[in-house]
Nanobody
Framework: QVQLVESGGGLVQPGGSLRLSCAAS????????MGWYRQAPGKQRELVAA???????NYADSVKGRFTISRDNAKNTMYLQMNNLKPEDTAVYYC??????????WGQGTQVTVSS
């Protein structure tokens, strides 16, 4: 079963940038649509970006134009480049399957805190 490990989070000032990574324990090529999710305190987990194995992307309106999702199937890795970060982007970020089907277990996530 695929195991997912997120990294790259941290504390950043508003307007700053971070690049998150999602490493999979084995090939994620078989999963067509992968995504980045986030969960802020007291809120439900939400999907913020998704990408197909062919590279087609989709974004939540709240991050469109600021976040860029990418994946490297050969390296079993997915990325989320986050620019112009805002305080409301503060959350724990997770990667996982973003299509119907059995999802791998959720990883521990990576904390992103945007604050001055």
């Amino acid at each position: 079963q695929v195991q997912l490990v997120e990294s790259g989070g941290g504390l950043v000032q508003p307007g700053g940038s971070l690049r998150l990574s999602c490493a999979a324990s084995r090939s994620i090529f078989s999963i067509n649509i992968m995504g980045w999710y986030r969960q802020a305190p007291g809120k439900q987990r939400e999907l913020v970006a998704a990408i197909t194995s062919g590279g087609k992307t989709n974004y939540a309106d709240s991050v469109k134009g600021r976040f860029t999702i990418s994946r490297d199937n050969a390296k079993n890795t997915m990325y989320l480049q986050m620019n112009n970060l805002k305080p409301e982007d503060t959350a724990v970020y997770y990667c996982n399957r973003a299509e119907d089907g059995v999802a791998p277990p959720w990883g521990q996530g990576t904390q992103v805190t945007v604050s001055s």
